[in-house]
């Protein structure tokens, strides 16, 4: 299937989609399995490690997506299903720890971001979720646009580190030293804003 | 603690910097961002020389309150680092210091830098020329007019091949003057919209300088005023440099008297004419620079960040800096001025500049002395910049 041409930010194919989950149609499903369903079984594969329960995160995209268009209308909607197997994939990964299942790059991801946290001496109150995005948001705003790509593709699509590397063109060492950094600055920035995790 | 928490939130970072992440890809050079800014203003400017049409806005993308997102800044500095040598920090004379609970406004003019990256204005130049010259009585002469940009098409070419190498276009490839020379008086217009006059020493009153600053400032205002081509001029003595004879250099600047420290960041960096050479030998020219800058296209106000806030991004490293070795910390800050640097940027924008105490790596340092380093942090907020600039380490 075609990309579809680019029309003020949404694809054509895209908007098609769109227009189909707006009449209800079943055909939005399928629509979106046959363009999405690749990009969003790698990142719940990579999450969670085992296929069965990626397919599972990506079905449960898909239902998300129907319940959720109409109202909305998604002007990236790549972006937006990534998201939501992305933080279904998160969900799912907690409950596979506790049946001692799973092996993907969440694991990983978990104890890396475990270096992130600050010490409870520096606490002076707990961050909601809205402001620890905010936190974030700022954090990477403020780094080198390579480093933050870094990041992004680490611990947003859980890509692993020597993939990373690739995508942008870095030896791998180099990469663990630039992720390795930006924990250690992302705990120094929670530190100073005083906020818990 | 709980790693979970993060991972979930990090789930829900802008959807812009997932683009980014996934688009991305690494340019070829010791400072990425700085490439990424000179890809940006490659565009700009080759619209502007080819079509010379009216130029667009400093970019294509805007902010939430309809205001154009600030390109990154680029450090055009040549070799060597910003610094000054002071028997102590508090003898270094500023050229607009804040002092402790000094109001801000909340807002500060941005300007784009109509001759970034495009070929000399020569017309302009040559305009400009003639109002300074008509200071000193000057109305006629032949001027020399010199484009020394290349040819069109060789230009794409040497920026193509730049643009490959991922090195940033330096704007100093567009380069060009307008010279008029008359008995005794020569002028030199720059594209900047600077133009330099060099007179024999007689043509000026000055005092004992640079050992009495202050007089001789109050002496060059008095034999200068009416050539000075502004309305009602203050001047300001800055500097403090120990040379390695052990002499305190300053250099005296004049500019429009102003109230409040932005209005002053404003006219005493992008409007000044400014005496920075004192010559001991009779035989030896006095210059003096005409540095107007053009504030014709002014992009808005902006909302700017408080000097404590600049202060934590500085800690941060995100700074501009030219000073070897490692970044300094709060403590280390002497002084903390409100300036824009001109004209070596695409947008003259307002910056907070921190003097701090350093020891700069690799640079032997006079007995006696300490070294102050300059360290620029944006003052408009971030959200209103492609890019906070990063300090990585490098240097000249």
Not at chain 2, 11 to 27: K, L, T
Not at chain 2, 29 to 44: D, E, K, M, N, S
Request: glycine letters at 8%; one cysteine or more; a negative charge.
């Amino acid at each position: 299937m075609s990309s579809g041409q680019v029309k003020g930010g949404i694809t054509v194919e895209d908007e098609e989609i769109i227009r189909l989950y707006w009449n209800r149609s079943e055909d939005a499903v399928t629509a979106t399995s046959e363009k999405y369903g690749a990009y969003c079984t790698a990142i719940a594969l990579r999450i969670v490690g085992l296929l069965q329960d990626a397919e599972e995160c990506v079905s449960d995209t898909w239902m998300r997506a129907w319940n959720a268009i109409p109202p909305e209308r998604p002007s990236r909607l790549r972006l937006w299903l990534g998201r939501i197997t992305r933080n279904l994939s998160v969900d799912r990964l907690k409950g596979l720890r506790a049946q001692k299942r799973g092996g993907g790059q969440g694991e990983l991801l978990l104890s890396e971001l475990e270096q992130c946290i600050p010490a409870a001496s520096h606490v002076e109150s707990e961050a909601d979720d809205a402001e620890l995005t905010r936190l974030l948001n700022d954090f990477l705003r403020a780094q080198r646009p390579e480093h933050r790509a870094a990041f992004i593709l680490r611990y947003y699509y859980a890509e692993p580190v020597a993939a990373v590397a690739k995508k942008l063109s870095m030896n791998e060492n180099t990469t663990a030293t630039v992720l390795f950094r930006m924990r250690k600055a992302l705990r120094s920035y929670l530190e100073r804003e005083g906020v818990s995790v | 603690m709980n790693a979970w928490r993060l991972l979930r939130a990090i789930g829900e970072i802008d959807d812009a910097f997932i683009e980014q992440a996934e688009s991305y890809r690494r340019r070829r050079t010791a400072v990425p961002w700085l490439a990424a800014a000179a890809c940006f203003v490659l565009v700009l400017g080759a619209a502007v020389w080819r079509a010379g049409l009216s130029a667009p806005p400093a970019s294509s993308s805007e902010s939430a309150l309809g205001l154009p997102l600030l390109p990154s800044a680029v450090t055009d500095t040549g070799m060597g680092f910003e610094g000054v040598e002071v028997r102590s920090a508090e003898d270094y004379r500023p050229l607009n210091a804040l002092e402790d609970g000094q109001e801000l406004p909340d807002t500060m003019p941005v300007y784009r830098n109509p001759s970034w990256l495009s070929r000399p204005d020569l017309d302009a130049m040559e305009a400009r020329l003639w109002e300074v010259a008509a200071l000193f009585g000057v109305t006629e002469g032949e001027v020399v007019r010199t484009d020394n940009t290349p040819p069109d098409e060789e230009l794409e070419q040497i920026i193509k091949g730049i643009e490959e190498k991922g090195f940033p276009v330096s704007d100093q490839m567009f380069s060009g003057s307008v010279k008029l020379e008359t008995d005794g008086l020569n002028f030199y217009a720059a594209k900047s919209g600077a133009v330099r006059v060099t007179m024999k020493p007689g043509t000026l009153t000055y005092g004992d300088a640079p050992f009495a600053p202050d007089e001789t400032a109050q002496s060059l205002l008095a034999s200068m005023s009416d050539r000075l081509g502004l309305q009602d001029p203050e001047a300001v003595v800055t500097g403090g440099n120990v040379d390695r004879d052990g002499n305190v250099n300053y250099e005296i600047v004049f500019a429009e008297r102003s109230e409040t420290a932005a209005a002053r960041a404003e006219e005493r960096s992008l409007n000044t004419v400014g005496f920075g050479y004192f010559p001991k030998e009779e035989s030896e020219s006095v210059t003096v620079w005409y540095n107007a800058y053009d504030r014709s296209e002014k992009l808005g106000d902006y909302p700017i960040i408080t000097p404590d806030e600049a202060l934590a991004l500085l800690e941060n490293g995100n700074c501009i800096t030219t000073v070897p070795g490692s970044l300094p910390s709060a403590d280390d800050v002497r002084v903390v001025e409100l300036v824009y640097r001109a004209p070596n940027e695409e947008v003259y924008q307002p910056y907070y500049r921190f003097w701090a105490e350093v020891k700069p790596e690799g640079i032997a340092q006079q007995e006696g002395v300490v070294t102050l380093g300059a360290y620029y942090v944006p003052a408009v907020e971030s959200q209103y910049l492609e890019e906070l600039p990063v300090w990585d380490g490098h240097f000249n």
